[in-house]
């Protein structure tokens, strides 16, 4: 008779034979990719949060007067998902929304490049074992 148990018993075997070791090849272009994105998105964050508020610190009607609501603002449009804020009321300041938002897709398209990248590699690096 056949052990019900035995798919629950492999279970912590079949997770380690899956997850391939840290420091494989895969692992590390993933993470150095990962760590690039992260670096790269928090630069943009910090030069167009003071962007944003050189921008649009002395507009009529803006709801931004000071560095911590320009940094709101700027990380609310960078996750795409806005900050209840006005909308910009400067010229720059509708060029700087516009290139967040299209820095946001891009690195959306990345993290899902980086995440294919990965699984194809990890799978290569299956085959060769």
């Keep these: ?9 492999r279970l912590p075997a079949e997770l380690g034979r899956v997850a391939r070791p840290a420091d494989s090849r895969a692992h590390q272009l993933l993470r150095d990719r990962l760590v690039v994105l992260a670096f790269l998105t928090v630069v943009v964050w910090v030069v167009c949060t003071i962007a944003m508020f050189f921008f649009e610190r002395h507009a009529q009607g803006t709801d931004i007067h000071n560095g911590w609501q320009a940094a709101y603002w700027t990380a609310s449009q960078m996750t795409a998902i806005g900050s209840g804020f ?5 010229t720059p300041a509708y060029v700087l ?3 967040l938002k299209l820095y946001a897709v891009v690195i959306v398209a990345s993290l899902a490049g980086a995440m294919g990248a990965f699984f194809v590699h990890r799978r290569e690096e299956a085959k060769s074992a």
């Design 97 to 99: 929304d516009m290139l």
């Design 86 to 90: 006005a909308n910009p009321r400067s």
């Design 1 to 9: 008779m056949a052990d019900p148990l035995r798919p629950i018993r």
